[in-house]
T-cell receptor, first 111, second 122 residues
Framework: EDKVVQSPLSLVVHEGDTVTLNCSYE??????LLWYKQEKKAPTFLFML????IEKKSGRLSSILDKKELSSILNITATQTGDSAIYLC???????????FGKGTKLTVNP | DAGVIQSPRHEVTEMGQEVTLRCKPI?????LFWYRQTMMRGLELLIY????????DSGMPEDRFSAKMPNASFSTLKIQPSEPRDSAVYFC????????????????????FGEGSWLTVV
């Protein structure tokens, strides 16, 4: 059965800190790994990763995939209170449009 | 562009009642997904459609749940009869894969979520 595990489950930091969120997966015929940010409503798309070792960056957020280790990390530098959210990792496989989600990491950034 | 639109946004209903959740996907998207989110289980895929045809309903919990997609711009998820354990946020999402050469540009599985229907069954 496909599995996505995120760690830590929750994290509390101060503004300005740098955080690293982890996602590991077990999936047959891996195709892509996606990161979403969920505030109070719908998850919003952050990154899609398909190739190992290539960093994707958007402002203070960056992510990289390691297919050998079956994992990905999401980094947020110089955190702000607006980064407080649940960060979800999801994995898709070839031959299906189904995404399997991890339970998320709840990040709280205090002023 | 309008995103995925869901209704109702919130519903509180009594056990045993029928609940119908509605979804309008992003125009032009050929895949539609229904997900359920709870604290205990996170986000779980219930069913997804491609070009209005159900492709994988293995996540539908039991016969009390049914989903339809009568046309490309509308889908419903129905629970009958509802039970307290059905209380959750139900998300609809859609995506576009394209055909032929265009499909190569849509590698991966990016999907776009609606704002969810928050269901409480008492």
């Amino acid at each position: 059965e496909d599995k996505v595990v995120q760690s830590p489950l929750s994290l509390v930091v101060h503004e300005g800190d740098t955080v690293t969120l982890n996602c590991s997966y077990e999936v047959t015929n891996f195709r892509s790994l996606l990161w979403y940010k969920q505030e109070k409503k719908a998850p919003t798309f952050l990154f899609m990763l398909t190739s190992s070792g290539i960093e994707k960056k958007s402002g203070r957020l960056s992510s990289i995939l390691d297919k050998k280790e079956l994992s990905s990390i999401l980094n947020i530098t110089a955190t702000q209170t607006g980064d407080s959210a649940i960060y979800l990792c999801a994995v898709g496989r070839g031959g299906s449009e189904k995404l399997v989600f991890g339970k998320g990491t709840k990040l709280t950034v205090n002023p | 562009d309008a995103g995925v639109i869901q209704s109702p946004r919130h519903e509180v209903t009594e056990m045993g009642q029928e609940v119908t959740l509605r979804c309008k996907p992003i125009s032009g998207h050929d895949y539609l997904f229904w997900y359920r989110q709870t604290m205990m289980r996170g986000l779980e895929l219930l069913i997804y459609f491609n070009n209005n045809v159900p492709i994988d309903d293995s996540g539908m919990p039991e016969d009390r749940f049914s989903a339809k997609m009568p046309n490309a711009s509308f889908s419903t998820l129905k629970i009958q009869p509802s039970e307290p354990r059905d209380s959750a946020v139900y998300f609809c999402a859609s995506s576009h894969r394209g055909r032929g050469v265009l499909r190569l540009k849509h590698s991966g599985n990016t999907i776009y979520f609606g704002e969810g229907s928050w269901l409480t069954v008492v």
